[in-house]
């Protein structure tokens, strides 16, 4: 099945720095790949997502890219803010038989400090 | 537009009981729904897939006959966790995507904290 691995798993970082996270899949055939924000004890929230057909999208200081070929995508997050703080998931589809599941990283809790 | 209401946000069971877990399509229809159980401080664990009018699909190292899924309806699935025992404690977080949408985004429910003494 489908593989994601998500670094790192912890990351710190001033107000107003960017930060950067890092998955990459097993499965060639996945073909979307969303990022998830989670708040504690709270339900995850999509906050971008790309297809496979797409290197880059950008919503406003949220950006992510994809490098098919080499089987990794990123997350950037610019001038950061303290409600930026939570933590993140990668996922990539599974082509289940019943349907497009999600298999999730492991996630990065994102600590950023004023 | 898609939302997936999950119910109940908490239950505490004793050791022993059965416990189930209501998650519902509000706005859409879903032939398709994914429980997920997350463990503190870590991910979303893909349990079973639940598919309306046919029998789940669970992932490998899931009982079936522990956690009994029924999805009788489009926007409607249950899970059943039986027999329930302290280290079935976790959050339980059900989600669905629009029917015919394909590989498109996954709306979650608001999760069950499940504790069992």
């Known amino acids: 099945g489908e593989n994601v691995e998500q670094h790192p798993s912890t990351l710190s970082v001033q107000e107003g720095d960017s930060a950067v996270i890092k998955c990459t899949y097993s499965?060639?055939?996945?073909?979307?790949f969303p990022w998830y924000k989670q708040e504690l004890g709270k339900r995850p929230q999509l906050i971008i997502d790309i297809r496979s057909n797409v290197g880059e999208k950008k919503d406003q200081r949220i950006a992510v890219t994809l490098n098919k070929t080499a089987k990794h995508f990123s997350l950037h997050i610019t001038e950061t803010q303290p409600e930026d703080s939570a933590v993140y998931f990668c996922?990539?589809?599974?082509?289940?038989?019943?349907?497009?599941?999600?298999?999730f990283g492991k996630g990065t809790s994102l600590l950023v400090t004023p | 537009g898609a939302v997936v209401s999950q119910h109940p946000s908490r239950v505490i069971c004793k050791s022993g009981t059965s416990v189930k877990i209501e998650c519902r399509s509000l706005?859409?229809?879903?032939?398709?729904m994914f429980w997920y159980r997350q463990f503190p401080k870590q991910s979303l664990m893909l349990m079973a897939t639940s598919n309306e009018g046919s029998k789940a699909t669970y992932e490998q190292g899931v009982e079936k006959d522990k956690f009994l899924i029924n999805h009788a309806s489009l926007t409607l699935s249950t899970l059943t966790v039986t027999s329930a025992h302290p280290e079935d404690s976790s959050f339980y977080i059900c989600s669905a995507r629009v029917t015919g949408l394909g590989n498109s985004p996954l709306h979650f429910g608001n999760g069950t904290r499940l504790t069992v003494t």
């Open positions: 706005d859409f229809q879903a032939t398709t």
């Open positions: 996922a990539a589809s599974i082509n289940s038989n019943s349907g497009y599941a999600l298999n």
């Open positions: 499965d060639s055939a996945s073909n979307y």
